[in-house]
Every structure is written in structure tokens, then in C-alpha cells.
């Protein structure tokens, strides 16, 4: 089979114009095909996700996924509704709930689950549709292009059904924002303009009105990712280097040139209130902080490519891909870049072109430039590709590279279209037809088997009893507590990208502001800021302690989820049983879940509390910043908003004067401690016996350890020294670049009595 056609990328300083045929031409010509293909995507994916024949009927009362990051997508997706993800009262009580510390450009996506949830009255029904939805996207998009470049019906059609369904789709919808990858094949579409010399993008001489609905296309596209957006620009950015590479700087100033601009100013338009909320507040380094390292870590090994699917239909394939994913190093989410078989074959395709172009012989300038574009990003994604480097020299906030896979899906079925449809075109025009349509029907056939899993009634049923659960308790509680009622949740956990708690699912805390509509809850202050700190420091201490602050605050409920507690929570309900003088007023039908209600409660005896304990001086603590500073000694870091972390293998503390009446010092603070270690910390006053306490990685928030104060001289200045066995820096710990040897994050100072 030849893949001769036309001239090679270096025939000649002015490369011809490769005629495109144009979209407005192909959606006349083909819209029933484009119909049929958007509607038969549509229900073919309900189906896969619902079964036959309710798959007939798309699911919008129970979610899709409901674990992990699937919460943290539907979470989202409840505050979208009730007005924006930025701001919400209902989340993070009372301090409120901000997620400007987490920057992202997807407002596109959070413009159509808005619309979504609000037309279905429900967050699951916004993010089924959403995913539903993504498949005729992607379709279109895929089909549109392909017809552009000259593909037939037949072929486009087929390669445009197996990108929509590819299985990285079905893999991801954990991360539900990645399933509209619909932008992949516009970015080589207007690579390929760049590097043909076509003239459909070009910005200087179109008219107003175009200029201004391809500045809106740009826009758009950087609404939809900031990773999406990144590999566009590498497509262009590799397409431009071509055209520079033919002399044609005509094509870079006018068509390469506006597309990066509009897309740099969408990008910076969706991160305008992330970067105004850090010059506010100052810059939260609880929150999204990125290492090089990552860029390693989340890479893509090109075996991964080719590898099968994982679970595929057949139980040999699916074995060799278990196998490997088992028993080799850094398998993480680049799992799902698998390619398929067409793909693979595709991939083998645009390689061979590629050394073809460097060997001199003439290839299709569609698969040389398509090659050019898809080597590049393989460049980049690769762990200790360039990648790496943009992270080590740029930024490290783009770590995810395997994600581009989904890239090089639609560059690879495009090659195999391409080179079939060279292929058919040997025969006369009737044969051909045939030819071609015999090709499609067998890429669609393989590769559906090939790509997806089938369909699966029994996993939206595993779904739908913890959500119907979940939402029968919630429901339970709104009906038990006045409008607006505020719930205190325990265990504390961070929000976001924490680590699971014993059985605690790092989201497992949303479940309540998703299925309510009126009540408030304390979970969801963004990590590092008041809230978040308050309430950090609040679960640490006693349960007494944090009755009486949570009565100030306007709780009127207690809300533990039991999986957080090593124990089953047999003595955090008791505790709270013990104080409250009742036992839970409502459980979840798996007894897993409690409610105490505090109507009626009494507060607890102030005669029984110290003076000067924790639950008096509550409301001034965790310290703040500015409040800290008088007590630090040697051997601490730079303060920041939440605390200051220690710095080498002991520090000290310096007291002045502790009030009358204090027999301990409490410290509150977190550990640093990785995954493969635990952490020795050992402090003390001369006088007084020294303490130790030991952290270990599955808890290492929320701590605090008492310090006994002399009984002499209590009233003089005292110094308190903190060692440290093992301290270790977050470069070494492979999490971010940070040198600094640390060991203890301090948060707060408390005087508790005897």
C-alpha cells in the first residue's frame, strides 16, 4: 500500500494550498449522516452505561459514578446550580465555602452542567447528560473535520464513531471534564491549515464578522481545560514550525499567530478570579501545589499506547494489561491511554511516515504533518520527555501529560481513515465505494469490540443503592431540622485532593450538601484558610470543647461518618453520646452514618472547664500568622497564612509569662511525614518531663500534644525545645521542589489548666 500523495513537507519553498473542502459545505452535503451519527452515539452510550433496554431511557436519577473525584465533580455541579462554583454559603459553615484557591479555564463545562442540572433538577442528571452528551460532541467534531480533509462519508463516519468512543472516554468519567475532548480535532484541524497553507483560519483578511466568530471559537476552546488548551498549543506551535520550515510566515502571522493570542486571553479571562482572589488573600500553599517530580510521575509510558484496554472482552487481553499494570512502576491515570487496535494501527502509520518524510520519499502531506504534530506531543508526554523539562523550567502545573493520549486517539484514527481511503481510491469510483465502505464497517465492528466493555446493568445498580441511601438520610435530616439548619461534620478532613481517612473516601464528606437543598455543612473550606484551620484545630479537641464551640457558631447538628475512625466510630459516637447525655437521633440504614441532634442541648458546665482551656479561647484560635511570631524561637521556616512549618532538627519555643492557673502547653500541628516513614517528635521544658509523639502517614492533620509546664517559675519566660528524629524536604519526599528540611507545621498555641 502506497502512501504517495502529493508532495513531500520539504518539496518547495511556497507549499501549495491543500484544498480543504469546507465544514459549511460538508454539514449541507452530510447532515443526515451527521444526524444519524450524533443520535445513534447518544443512545449507543446510554446503552453501554445502562444496559439494554433501559439504556433506551437515559439515566438521570442516579449518577453514573459515585466515589473519588466523581463527588468532587458533583459537588461541583450542585454550587454551579445554586449560582457559581466560586462562592457558597451552604458549604464550609459559617465561615463559608471559596474555590478560588484552585484555578482551573473550564467554565464552559460549568456553563452546560449549570443549564444541565437546572433543566433535570438534579446534579446526577446534569452529570449523566454531561457525559452522554460528550459522545455526539466528539462525534461531530471528529466527522467534520475528517470530511474536511477530504475523508468519505464511509471512513469519517467510522473513524468519527471509534474517537467518540474511545477508552479513554469511558475511563475517565471519574474526571468528568475530560470526556468533551470534541477540541482534539479542531487543534489538528487548524494545525493542518498552518501547515498546508490553508486560508479558512486566516485572520487578517477575513471579514469582521468572521474574525469575530473565530476569536469566539478560540475563546470557547480555552473554556474547556487549561490541559486541553496546552496540547492545542503544542499541535499549532509543531504545525507552526513546519510552515516556518517552508518559508510560509504568512501562515504564522495570520492563522497560528491570532489562535495562540485568543487562547492565551480565554485562558487568562477563566484564571482572572483565581489570580485577584491570591493578591487578596495572599497565596494558599495548602492548595493545588504542584512538583516537577509530578511530571514524571503522571507521564506516559508508550507502552501504555498500544497496550489492550483494561478489563477488555477478551479474558487474554485484558490478562496481558493486568499483568503488566501489576507488576510494573508509575501505572497511575496514564492507564487510560490505551489507543485500541485501530489506533495502534494508525500510530504504526504515522511512525512509518514519519521515517518515510526523513528517507525522502513522498508521503501525504495530511499523514506528514499529522505524524510531525502527533510526534511532538509524544515528546511531551513520555516520562523524562519534554514535558519534564516545560515543568522543571516553566511551570509544574501541568503534570498530567498522558492526558494528551486522547490526542493522538483521534491523529491515529485519522491516519488509518486517510490511508483506506488512498487505498480505495485505486479502484473505480463504483468499486471504491464499496471498498471503502467494507473498511469502515469492519474499523467499527473491531473496534467497538475492541474499545468498549459490554454493557453493564449491574454497575449502575451498584451505584444506585449507596446514592438512594445516601439521599433517603439526607432527606431524613431535612425533614428533621429547620430550614437552614447548620451540621458540624467529623472526621475533619481537607478539602481538596486529600488522602482517604481509614475508609473515608476523600470526598465521602459531600454527600450531604449534594442531596440537600436547604442545610448547611461544615465541610469544604478551602484547606489552608480560615474555616479550614478553625475547624482542623476544632475536631483535635475535646468533646466538650468542641460542643461549646459549635454552639456558638449556630450548629445544630453533629454529623459523623464512622468509616473515618479506625474503630468503626464506637468511641467518637460514645463521646458525643456521653456529653450530649443521649445517643444518635438518626442513622444512615447502614448504621454508618449518625446524626445528633443539639435541640435542647445544654452547653456544657463552664465551672468544669478550666479557665484558660481551649473551649475559652476558641475564637482566637488557630493563632493567626501575626499572632504566632512572638513565640517562635530558633528553628522555624517563613510564616505563612496557616501556621509555620519547623526547619532542620529542633526548634524552640519561647513563652513569656503563662497565665495563672496553666499546667500544660498544647500545640497543635500536622506532620510531614511520607508514605514510607513515621515521625518521632520530641518536646520538652527544662524542669518538666519531655513528651514524645509519634506521627505516622495516616494521620498526620489535626494533631496536638501537651507540654507540662514547671511547677515553679511558671510565671517566667520558658522555653520549650521541639526535636525532630526524622525530618525530611518535600524535594526528597518527591512532592514538590521545596529544599527546606521540615517536620512539624505548628497552627496553634493553646494554655489548658489542670
Not at 507549499?15 to 449507543?44: K, N, Y
Not at 447548620?486 to 464528606?509: H, R, T
Not at 435542647?600 to 458546665?605: E, L, N
Not at 511558671?714 to 525545645?721: I, R
Request: charged residues 15%.
Amino acid at each position: 500500500m502506497s502512501l504517495s500523495a502529493g508532495q513531500p513537507i520539504s518539496a518547495a519553498p511556497n507549499v501549495p494550498e491543500f484544498q480543504f473542502q469546507s465544514l459549511r459545505h460538508v454539514c449541507r452535503q452530510d447532515w443526515l449522516t451527521i444526524c444519524t451519527g450524533m443520535m445513534a452515539s447518544f443512545l449507543l452510550a446510554s446503552i453501554y452505561m445502562s444496559g439494554w433496554p433501559q439504556g433506551l431511557i437515559p439515566e438521570i436519577k442516579v449518577p453514573y459514578a459515585y466515589s473519588g473525584d466523581a463527588l468532587s465533580s458533583t459537588w461541583l455541579i450542585q454550587r454551579a446550580m445554586e449560582g457559581w462554583i466560586f462562592h457558597n454559603d451552604r458549604s464550609g459553615f459559617p465561615f463559608g465555602s471559596s474555590f478560588l484557591d484552585y484555578p482551573g479555564s473550564d467554565s464552559a463545562s460549568f456553563l452546560i452542567l449549570k443549564i444541565l442540572g437546572l433543566l433535570t433538577g438534579s446534579s446526577a442528571g446534569a452529570l449523566n447528560l454531561y457525559f452522554l452528551l460528550s459522545f455526539p460532541v466528539n462525534f461531530l467534531a471528529a466527522y467534520l473535520v475528517l470530511r474536511s480533509l477530504r475523508v468519505g462519508k464511509a471512513l469519517g463516519f467510522a473513524a468519527a464513531v471509534l474517537f467518540a468512543f474511545a477508552p479513554f472516554h469511558f475511563l475517565r468519567l471519574v474526571h468528568l471534564f475530560y470526556t468533551w475532548y470534541f477540541v482534539a480535532p479542531i487543534y489538528f484541524y487548524i494545525g493542518l491549515q498552518i501547515a498546508l497553507n490553508g486560508k479558512q483560519f486566516d485572520f487578517k483578511h477575513a471579514s469582521w464578522r468572521r474574525r469575530a466568530l473565530l476569536a469566539a471559537l478560540y475563546l470557547i476552546l480555552s473554556s474547556f481545560g487549561v490541559y486541553y488548551t496546552a496540547f492545542g498549543m503544542l499541535v499549532i506551535g509543531a504545525a507552526s514550525l513546519v510552515a516556518l520550515f517552508n518559508r510560509n510566515l504568512k501562515t504564522v502571522r495570520f492563522v497560528a499567530a491570532p489562535v495562540i493570542f485568543f487562547l492565551a486571553i480565554g485562558t487568562a479571562a477563566n484564571l482572572a478570579p483565581n489570580v485577584f482572589n491570591e493578591h487578596r488573600l495572599g497565596h494558599n500553599p495548602e492548595v493545588a501545589a504542584r512538583s516537577p517530580v509530578e511530571a514524571e510521575v503522571y507521564g506516559l509510558k508508550p507502552m501504555q499506547l498500544v497496550l489492550p484496554r483494561p478489563g477488555h472482552r477478551s479474558p487474554f487481553l485484558a490478562g496481558i494489561t493486568s499483568r503488566y499494570n501489576d507488576n510494573t512502576p508509575l501505572v497511575n491515570e496514564n492507564y487510560t491511554a490505551s489507543l485500541g487496535m485501530i489506533g495502534v494501527g494508525g500510530l504504526f502509520i504515522l511512525v512509518l511516515a514519519a521515517f518515510m518524510g526523513m528517507a525522502g520519499v513522498q508521503v501525504d502531506r495530511r499523514l506528514s504533518n499529522l505524524a510531525v504534530m502527533s510526534l511532538v506531543l509524544l515528546a511531551f508526554m513520555v516520562i523524562g520527555g519534554l514535558g519534564s523539562l516545560f515543568a522543571h523550567l516553566i511551570s509544574p502545573s501541568i503534570r498530567g501529560w498522558n492526558r494528551a493520549s486522547i490526542f493522538l486517539s483521534f491523529s491515529t484514527l485519522a491516519a488509518v481513515a486517510l490511508v483506506a481511503q488512498a487505498f480505495s481510491e485505486r479502484f473505480s469510483k463504483r468499486v471504491a465505494v464499496q471498498v471503502a465502505s467494507a473498511f469502515a464497517l469492519f474499523m467499527v465492528s473491531v473496534g467497538l469490540w475492541d474499545q468498549t466493555l459490554p454493557p453493564c446493568k449491574a454497575c449502575l445498580d451498584a451505584v444506585r443503592q449507596p446514592y438512594e441511601q445516601d439521599r433517603a438520610f439526607i432527606e431524613q435530616i431535612e425533614h428533621d431540622l429547620p430550614a437552614g439548619a447548620a451540621l458540624y461534620q467529623l472526621p475533619y478532613m481537607g478539602f481538596p485532593e486529600s488522602s482517604p481517612i481509614n475508609k473515608l473516601n476523600s470526598y465521602g464528606l459531600t454527600t450531604g450538601f449534594i442531596h440537600s437543598r436547604n442545610l448547611k455543612w461544615s465541610f469544604a473550606g478551602m484547606r489552608g484558610r480560615e474555616g479550614d484551620l478553625y475547624f482542623r484545630t476544632l475536631a483535635s479537641m475535646p468533646v466538650s470543647d468542641q460542643l461549646r464551640a459549635i454552639q456558638d457558631k449556630g450548629f445544630a447538628a453533629v454529623y459523623i461518618d464512622t468509616d473515618g475512625y479506625a474503630d468503626g466510630g464506637t468511641e467518637i459516637i460514645q463521646a458525643w453520646t456521653d456529653v450530649l447525655g443521649h445517643g444518635p437521633d438518626l442513622k444512615r440504614a447502614d448504621g454508618k452514618v449518625v446524626m445528633f441532634n443539639l435541640a435542647g442541648s445544654p452547653r456544657p458546665d463552664a465551672t468544669k472547664i478550666p479557665a484558660d482551656s481551649a473551649a475559652r479561647q476558641l475564637d482566637s484560635t488557630p493563632l493567626p500568622a501575626s499572632r504566632l511570631a512572638p513565640f517562635l524561637g530558633t528553628g522555624w521556616s517563613s510564616l505563612e497564612p496557616w501556621g509555620v512549618w519547623s526547619e532542620g532538627a529542633a526548634s524552640t519555643l519561647i513563652i513569656s509569662a503563662p497565665p495563672a492557673g496553666a499546667s500544660h502547653l498544647r500545640i497543635h500541628f500536622n506532620g510531614f511525614v511520607p508514605s514510607d516513614r513515621t515521625l518521632v517528635i520530641t518536646a520538652g521544658i527544662d524542669g518538666a518531663e519531655p513528651v514524645q509523639t509519634i506521627v505516622r502517614p495516616d494521620r498526620t492533620v489535626g494533631l496536638m500534644m501537651d507540654v507540662a509546664l514547671p511547677a515553679q517559675n511558671s510565671s517566667s519566660a520558658l522555653s520549650v525545645s521541639l526535636s525532630y528524629d526524622k525530618p525530611i524536604s518535600p524535594q526528597q519526599a518527591g512532592v514538590s521542589s521545596d529544599k527546606r528540611m521540615i517536620a512539624l507545621g505548628l497552627t496553634s498555641l493553646q494554655w489548658v489548666g489542670p
